[in-house]
């Protein structure tokens, strides 16, 4: 059976899934709404580690990931003069050594990019061999206003007036996801987001002639931490986050990103590595993107027609490095349950839900406490953890491959009914 569904937000996930469901049955309709008026392709570096490779390979999409990924080849941590303290190798695929560098890094604008470039061309083959009008289509500048739901269908209503009726809506529009909200009420979607008390600010400035390939990170008094990451790239992405109360940036996200700028500047602007050269960089810049950071921890990932994917129902924080890698196994268990249970979407959505729930947990651990810890505020507690990241880093060639890693590819369930490659 066909179905005619919508998804909300042309991110990571909602290309992806836009694919899947297509492969599966030509004659799916899709609709893609995205609110921003074109590709939004800001953000620094996503890793791809744990099940996202395997399941970019079933799509036939790695060997164009990887020709994008960068080149990062680990990451040192330095004092304020900028001299090495601490340093961690990257680690390669199936590998779990302390650092922050993975074999396969990718801009999050490319992986848009190339998810989204990958979704068109299927369609453009797809509608050439069946001759049909179903496939995909995007619309940019749109969103939803409202969502009304009968046993048969979701009635939606968009930003321009327009309604229609789709089988199954799909919210893949990211952690503060209006679709979540509308769907499920104001009061259980607030009470989804759970602080991890970290602000993020991600933006990026010309690269210097000393930066290479390595990462750097720095830990500033006052509980803030600075990296940089250059790899391969002509310019260089800074990444500030504090864990500092702050009433002034809590206020800044409802406003523009001028003042998400000057909040974020009033915050750094005395730390004590290149604050000079960064708060240059930060006003200059025109990628800048700024969030509270935290976790979407929802009881129910769906109700009636409406699903959430990605972000919008299980964002595990970029902190854990894995947003994407839980976004694209998402889509791929959505779509599998859907093609196996087409004619009961009902049904198929509370089979994502129990499937998805291990690997949620799995991603979802890190706690607040344990992260405030990677924020000292003095410059006694800075050089405690400093000795503290020294120790570890001497030791990490201990941490060798891992079982639990080399299980990941074997927990991705099978649906032949997608049609993938492998
Ligand atoms: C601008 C941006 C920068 C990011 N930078 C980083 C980063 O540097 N590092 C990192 O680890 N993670 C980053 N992320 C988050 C990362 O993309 C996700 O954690 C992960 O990939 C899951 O993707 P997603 O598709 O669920 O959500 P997202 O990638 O957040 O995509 C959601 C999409 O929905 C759109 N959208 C939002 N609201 C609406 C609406 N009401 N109607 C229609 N469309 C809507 C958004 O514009 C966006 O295109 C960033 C996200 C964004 C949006």
Same mark, same amino acid.
């Given at each position: 059976m066909s179905l005619n569904i919508l998804i909300v937000g042309a991110g990571i996930c909602g290309p992806a899934l836009a694919m899947l469901l297509q492969k599966t049955n030509p004659q799916n309709n899709i609709k893609i709404v995205e +609110?921003? %008026?074109?590709? *939004?392709?800001?953000g620094q570096q996503v890793d791809l580690k744990t099940q996202a490779p395997h399941i970019l390979r079933k799509m036939g999409l790695m060997d164009e990931i990887k020709s994008r990924c960068v080149n990062e080849t680990g990451l040192e941590m330095v004092d304020s003069k900028g001299k090495q303290v601490a340093f961690f190798g990257a680690s390669a695929a199936g590998e779990s050594r302390p650092?922050?560098?993975?074999e396969h890094e990718i801009m999050r604008g490319d992986m848009v990019q190339v998810l989204y470039d990958a979704s068109l061309k299927q369609d453009a083959e797809v509608r050439a061999t069946s001759g049909g009008t179903a496939g995909v289509t995007y619309e940019f500048g749109q969103t939803i206003t409202a969502l009304n739901q009968s046993p048969n269908g979701v009635e939606v209503t968009f930003l321009d007036g327009q309604q229609a009726r789709y089988d199954l809506v799909v919210a893949?529009?990211?952690?503060?996801s209006r679709t979540r909200r509308l769907a499920f009420g104001k009061e259980v979607s607030d009470a989804s987001f759970k602080s991890l008390g970290i602000h993020g600010g991600y933006f990026s400035i010309p690269r210097i002639q000393d930066e290479g390939s390595l990462a750097r990170g720095h830990l500033a008094p006052g509980s803030r931490m600075i990296m940089t990451r250059t790899s391969d790239r002509p310019v260089t992405g800074v990444l500030l986050f504090t864990t500092k109360a702050s009433p002034t940036l809590n206020a800044a996200y409802k406003e523009s990103i001028e003042k998400q700028k000057e909040a974020f500047i009033e915050m750094f *602007?005395?730390?004590?590595?290149q604050a000079d050269r960064l708060m240059a960089g930060l006003a200059a810049s025109e990628d800048f993107y700024a969030h509270e950071l935290g976790q979407v921890k929802m009881d129910q990932l769906s109700t009636g027609r409406v699903v959430l994917l990605g972000d919008a129902g299980?964002? %595990?924080? %970029?902190f854990t490095g894995l947003g994407t890698n839980l976004c694209l196994m998402g889509a791929y268990v959505l779509a599998g349950e859907l093609a196996r249970q087409g004619n009961d979407v009902v049904g198929a959505l509370k089979s994502y839900d129990e499937k998805m729930r291990p690997f949620i947990d799995d991603c979802q651990q890190y706690s607040p406490g344990t992260l405030s810890l990677f924020f000292p505020s003095s410059r006694l507690g800075i050089w405690s953890m400093l000795q503290l990241l020294r120790a570890v880093a001497k030791m990490s060639?201990?941490?060798? +491959?891992s079982p639990k890693e080399d299980e990941h590819w074997k927990r991705i369930p099978e649906y032949p009914e997608l049609k993938l490659t492998s």
């Open positions: +609110r921003f %008026p074109s590709l *939004r392709l800001a650092g922050l560098t993975s893949a529009d990211g952690q503060g *602007r005395d730390s004590d590595w299980y964002c %595990p924080s %970029p060639g201990l941490f060798s +491959r």
